[in-house]
């Protein structure tokens, strides 16, 4: 069971090259959701093997976070007068 | 009863896992925004709910896999959403997709190597 958390750490490693090293502005925002995620079924996979509830709420509202957050910022790249 | 469903747990997170290891090698190795957003965002959504039913799967009826039922829910709704939002934004920015052979009537010479000969 603690060896999914180890794995999808290597995921995230892994995919954390887009993120530093992605040309422009969309590369790093789809590389840091895809890491946004991978951190949600981390938590999820610790809270159910611990039964510890605590995590999960953290889980949902981490990912209600970076829904606002993301969304925020492709309005904010999307304007007429950013190009 | 009970190792059964805790073999088929174990069986459906490895999938997923496999799933998204498959998301970051095409996030690793694609050229392209959009082909990006096509192997990464949808693959990671369908690899995060087969790891989340198998975490349900293994915790029983209680209330925690209630709140997993509430975070499959929320990440099969506001996953696709923002993936939606980063193709609009770079479609705004007047980014063209890269296609092997281009519709559009200027052609772009650096995407050369991808036209057939």
Partial sequence: MIIFIYIMVGIAIFSLYRLIVGPTIQNRLVALSGISIIFIVILAVYSIQYKNMFFLDVSIAFLLLDFIGTLAFTKYLGREDFK | ?117
């Fill in chain 2, 1 to 117: 009863m009970n190792f059964i469903l805790e073999f088929i747990s174990f069986f459906m997170m490895s999938i997923g896992c496999i799933i998204m290891l498959f998301a970051a090698l095409g996030l690793y190795r694609f050229p392209d925004i959009y082909m990006r957003l096509h192997s990464s965002t949808k693959v990671n959504t369908g690899g995060a709910m087969t790891i989340l039913l198998g975490l349900i799967l293994r915790s029983g009826i209680s209330t925690l896999s209630a709140k997993i039922l509430v975070l499959i829910i929320l990440i099969f709704i506001l996953t696709p959403v923002i993936s939606h939002a980063i193709a609009r934004s770079a479609h705004l920015q007047g980014k063209t997709p890269m296609v092997p052979f281009s519709s559009y009537p200027k052609e772009e010479p650096e995407y050369e190597f991808l036209r057939e000969k």
